[in-house]
């Protein structure tokens, strides 16, 4: 869903501060993944782009996805086998829950876990600088 209405997306605010040049259909991407609520897969990415401008093509959304990741302003969340979802990467940390049945992803913080993953790298004898956390479950069903 298109939800967010961020006047300007980080994707190609990023891009600028490089130097890297963004055409018409990048941007559009890019601005599709930032305004996005929910996590899209690539085909979502392209129905939701092609909407605006019908000239986007599959091939064009992976092309820049890819462009995207290698650049570090995208988040690849790996459900398994090839499927993946995507989300602009932004400054406040949060955590994943993926449902294995349906590929709901559910954003998360938790403290306790935020303190245990610290605790733990200490333990180890590291400082932990970044961490990622996706956890995979099915939905309890209440009889």
Partial sequence: ?????????KIVDSFLQKGIKLTHQRRIIAQVITDASDHPDANEVFMRA??????????TV???IKLFEENNVLNRIELGGKRA???ELTDSHH????DIDTGDIIEFVDDEIEELQIKVAKKLGYSLV?????????KIKIN
């Fill in 1 to 9: 869903m298109v939800g967010k209405n961020k006047q300007t997306s």
């Fill in 50 to 59: 092609n909407k605006i401008d019908n000239r986007i093509s599959l091939a």
């Fill in 62 to 64: 992976y092309r820049t």
């Fill in 85 to 87: 979802r995507y989300e």
């Fill in 95 to 98: 955590d994943h829950l993926i």
């Fill in 130 to 138: 970044d961490h990622k956390m996706e956890l995979f479950g099915k």
